[in-house]
Nanobody
Framework: QVQLVESGGGLVQAGGSLRLSCAAS????????MGWFRQAPGKEREFVAGSLSGVGSYYADSVKGRFTISRDDAKNTVYLQMNSLKPEDTAVYYC????????????????WGQGTQVTVAS
């Protein structure tokens, strides 16, 4: 069974940092574009960052310069380092495996984790 499991969320003060992890099992994702999305209460799930080894990384404008996506394909794990966190970064963060089409579109991902809550206090 293909599975993605996020961890690393929590409560942090504004300006602080967190590192999220996404561990994949069931198949290798080394050749898959992997993305991070987030969903705040009452809002749509939005693209945050994504990457594919040998291709590059992509970021939403709202997190550029503050968040960094990385991956350890040998461990089948993707990370999201989040620095200079702001209250507006508060959301449930999901990792997902891309299937086809635009990497910015939620519907183009076919495997999702259960999410991890990130809360940034002001």
């Amino acid at each position: 069974q293909v599975q993605l499991v996020e961890s690393g969320g929590g409560l942090v003060q504004a300006g602080g940092s967190l590192r999220l992890s996404c561990a994949a099992s069931g198949r290798t994702f080394s050749s898959s574009f992997m993305g991070w999305f987030r969903q705040a209460p009452g809002k749509e799930r939005e693209f945050v960052a994504g990457s594919l080894s040998g291709v590059g990384s992509y970021y939403a404008d709202s997190v550029k310069g503050r968040f960094t996506i990385s991956r350890d394909d040998a461990k089948n794990t993707v990370y999201l380092q989040m620095n200079s966190l702001k209250p507006e970064d508060t959301a449930v963060y999901y990792c997902a495996a891309h299937r086809s089409g635009s990497v910015y579109v939620r519907g183009n991902y076919n495997v999702w984790g259960q999410g991890t809550q990130v809360t940034v206090a002001s």
